[in-house]
């Protein structure tokens, strides 16, 4: 009788180990398949966005993974009016956005305002020939490219004011990447949006823009 008693313990003993391991493979299933939902908001984006604009990989390295994500793009204006933006938003609050413009602006009043009153923003910069590109060093992450352009029908009356496509993203919320990383690839995002811009904006001397631009780290 002991002996069936005993049997019967060893028997619920390892029917419920079974039943105990049997859960944790459950729940280590759910937590994967959590994982891949999860995740999958980035990875479902389009591998080009903003008419070639950016980049699927760019924005998996800038912002958080999500449950979902969406993009999309607007171009406004012609010429000296133009106005080219973009966004990436995610159901976790964190934003990839930026727009190019044409703007009659030097490249020292470009570079006053993102420096802001008396330069109390540090800001790095890099160029090729006369397209310059900064970035700001502080918690704010921004990055801005300026490409010189001259736009059609610009009146006699402007013709010797300077004017340039502007290039600028930013991240709102979280970003995944920080330090250098994010600034080069916000400002890599600036200057793919300023080339558009230039091209849309049909400017006036036509440029071979390079593939990229100096990375910060070569400085």
């Not at 904006?201 to 036509?206: I, N, Q």
Request: proline share 5%; net charge neutral; with cysteine.
């Amino acid at each position: 009788m002991e002996k069936e008693k005993r049997r019967q313990k060893v028997r619920v003993f390892q029917g419920n180990a079974r039943l105990a391991s049997l859960l944790i493979v459950i729940l280590g299933l759910l937590c994967g398949g959590g994982w891949i939902f999860f995740n999958k908001g980035l990875y479902l984006l389009p591998e080009e966005m903003c008419e070639g604009a950016l980049g699927r990989d760019a924005v998996k390295r800038v912002l958080p993974q999500a449950r979902a994500a969406e993009s999309g793009s607007r171009s406004q204006g012609a010429g000296r009016d133009l106005t080219f933006s973009c966004h990436v938003t995610t159901s976790g609050d964190s934003i990839l956005s930026g727009k190019a413009q044409v703007r009659s602006l030097s490249r020292e009043e470009w570079l006053e305002y993102y420096r802001g009153p008396g330069g109390r923003h540090q800001v790095i910069r890099v160029s090729v020939g006369d397209i310059e590109a900064l970035a700001l060093t502080e918690s704010r992450a921004t990055s801005s490219v300026y490409v010189p352009c001259t736009p059609p029908s610009v009146p006699s009356y402007e013709a010797s004011q300077p004017y340039a496509v502007i290039g600028e993203t930013w991240v709102y919320g979280q970003a995944e990447a920080t330090g250098e990383p994010l600034r080069q690839d916000l400002t890599d995002f600036a200057y793919q949006l300023a080339v558009h811009a230039y091209q849309l904006a049909e400017c006036k001397a036509p440029r071979d823009f390079p593939k990229e631009l100096p990375r910060y780290e070569d400085r």
